[in-house]
């Protein structure tokens, strides 16, 4: 069926570290990924995303990979900083954008 | 330019109760979400507007879950009657088109 899932409920990192946060995807027509952030208390907040027809992007601090061989996707935070600390979801697309189905999360912890 | 904007922010009802949530998208967006977020899991997509069309509602219980955009821009949610299993963070979010999507901050249900 479809799912989005996370290998890591829980990441934690020291100040100025980078972070990686893993996901499984299981529907390969799925065409578009979005990483988000939510903070305690807020909605979630786009960080970065990318098509199926690439396989690296980035944006600033954050590059996210993509590999459709095994349907996994990864964000990787450079230099994590404190204000980084909160739960991190994939979100995949599918039926040409017009569903969008989030993981469970990772919460990452920031230590400093 | 404004968020999304949601209301209220918290909700305590008892069960069997009803309750309704609005949401204001962002202007200019067609395209608006329900979610719901229970607590430690990802957003569940409840019903997707396009203007104000139904585009997918295939997730709401439809038994004692209602919603809808007239005039295509604000939206309610509506739960009548409240279960225990309602208590959740319900996010509303909204987007130009598919892709990146925009979230309010969430009404906080506790359904006792």
């Known amino acids: 069926g479809e799912s989005v899932g996370l290998h890591l409920p829980t990441l934690s990192v020291q100040e100025g570290d980078n972070s990686i946060i893993n996901c499984a995807y299981s529907n390969s027509a799925s065409d578009y990924f979005i990483w988000y952030k939510q903070e305690s208390g807020k909605g979630p907040q786009f960080i970065i995303d990318i098509r199926s027809n690439m396989d690296k992007r980035q944006g600033q601090r954050v590059t996210v990979l993509l590999n459709k061989t095994v349907k996994h996707l990864s964000l990787q935070i450079a230099a994590t900083q404190p204000g980084d600390s909160a739960v991190y979801f994939c979100a995949e697309n599918i039926y040409g954008g017009f569903k969008t189905i989030f993981g469970a999360g990772t919460r990452l912890f920031v230590k400093a | 330019e404004a968020g999304v904007a949601q209301s209220p922010r918290y909700k305590i009802i008892e069960k069997r109760q009803s309750v309704a949530f609005w949401c204001n998208p962002i202007s200019g967006h067609a395209t608006l979400y329900w979610y719901q977020q229970i607590l430690g899991q990802g957003p569940k997509l409840l019903i997707q507007?396009?203007?104000?069309?139904?585009?997918?509602d295939s997730q709401l219980p439809k038994d004692r879950f209602s919603a809808e955009r007239l005039k295509g821009v604000d939206s309610t949610l509506k739960i009548q009657p409240a279960k225990l299993e309602d208590s959740a963070v319900y996010l509303c979010?909204?987007?130009?088109?598919?892709?990146?999507?925009?979230f309010g901050p969430g009404t906080r249900l506790t359904v006792t």
């Open positions: 507007f396009q203007n104000n069309g139904v585009v997918d």
């Open positions: 979010a909204s987007s130009l088109a598919v892709g990146e999507q925009y």
